[in-house]
């Protein structure tokens, strides 16, 4: 099973709000939609689910175009953040619902709902309704009567948005593991980098209604194609200068200089930016090419075997991040070192040209 976009778009009075976007969606893991409120996660999951009109394109379902199909015969299932339960129906009814309307027996719809149920630990809810249960468990229900429909596409909208911390979590490990070995394509919209880390499979990287990097959600962590990627999946914040190769040689301001070898010697002369994650930023070298720089300490964290820095140089601050516990004073200039190998290079436009090895 596949759900593929063919350069589809979308315009809301007259404006562009997707712009053309071709995606294969496919099973066997979940495809992320990755961005901040407003990029279009939301209105991507509407057209596939055929909620909204797409103003040219095609979508296609295991091959058969469903451009102009409705959402009833599209075989799909839609799981928002909000807790879309029916308030009349009981938990059971809830999760019966679609196969109801679909006309199915009542020995089937029986078998599935106890399946589902049992899956998502419903069981002893079935006979409530919705205002008896927790936020958790009206999510569950939700998520049940997706698994229950045994849909082509299961389309989840930042599912676990409006629910509390510790449920959050607990609902994010178990969800690949209530869609596993279903058949169905899975797609999880989610403006958290650390869940679209969580959940693997593929991620889309959305930025302004467009699919800016698309792949394994690890290869887009190690391999950014965009000074955006590489600062989504960066926490701390990924550290960036701007520098200026000249020959042979990289110049980072005053504060550094290191020489261009690789692939990034062939790149033209000129500026540049530079990123590097702040765990390749060590307040101890430890590499014989590892790059010295010298920075003011303005904050200094200490989380379990974890020491971090903030500080400040000419042409940047910075943030290191090591392992174990290392003495910082703050106020004072302490040496750091950059490890070149580690530096991703964008060009003035945002784009990756190189990176320190390939």
Not at 30 to 53: C, H, Q, R, W, Y
């Amino acid at each position: 099973m596949t759900v593929e976009l063919r350069n589809i778009t979308k315009e809301v009075a007259g404006q562009v709000h997707i712009k053309p976007t071709s995606l294969i969606l496919e099973t066997g893991h979940f495809n992320v939609l990755l961005g901040e409120t407003g990029a279009g996660k939301t209105s991507l999951i509407k057209m596939m689910a055929g909620l909204d009109p797409i103003a040219g394109g095609q979508i296609l379902m295991d091959g058969q175009d469903v451009t102009r199909l409705n959402t009833q015969k599209r075989n799909i299932s839609l799981v928002h953040q909000f807790f879309v339960n029916y308030p009349h129906m009981t938990v059971f009814d809830n999760i019966a619902s679609p196969l109801k309307v679909a006309g199915m027996p009542k020995s089937e719809i029986q078998g599935r709902v106890e399946e589902a149920a049992d899956i998502l630990q419903l069981r002893p809810m079935l006979h409530r309704r919705p205002h008896e249960l927790s936020g958790g468990q009206q999510q569950r229900t939700a998520l049940a009567r997706a698994i229950a429909k045994e849909s082509r596409a299961v389309f989840l909208d930042e599912p676990l948005a409006n629910l509390d911390y510790k449920l959050r979590e607990e609902l994010r490990e178990q969800l690949p593991e209530l869609f596993a070995g279903r058949g169905a394509v899975v797609v999880y919209a989610t403006s958290e980098p650390e869940e679209a880390l969580l959940l693997g499979g593929k991620t889309g990287l959305m930025e302004d209604g467009r699919v800016v990097q698309f792949g394994p959600t690890a290869e887009i962590y190690r391999h950014p194609q965009s000074m955006m990627a590489a600062r989504v999946f960066s926490d701390p914040p990924i550290n960036t200068a701007e520098i200026r190769k000249k020959g042979d040689v990289i110049h980072m301001g005053d504060d550094a200089a290191w020489p261009a070898t690789g692939a990034v010697g062939d790149l033209t002369d000129g500026a540049y930016t530079i990123a590097v994650r702040p765990h390749h930023v060590a307040p101890v070298g430890s590499e014989a090419h590892s790059v010295a720089l010298t920075g003011t300490v303005l904050v200094t964290e200490l989380s379990g075997s974890e020491s971090s820095a903030h500080f400040q140089m000419r042409s940047a601050d910075w943030v290191s991040l090591a392992h174990g516990v290392h003495p910082f004073e703050i106020g004072a200039d302490h040496q750091f070192y950059l490890d070149p190998a580690a530096c991703f290079y964008f060009a003035p436009d945002g784009q990756l040209v190189s990176r320190g090895v390939d």
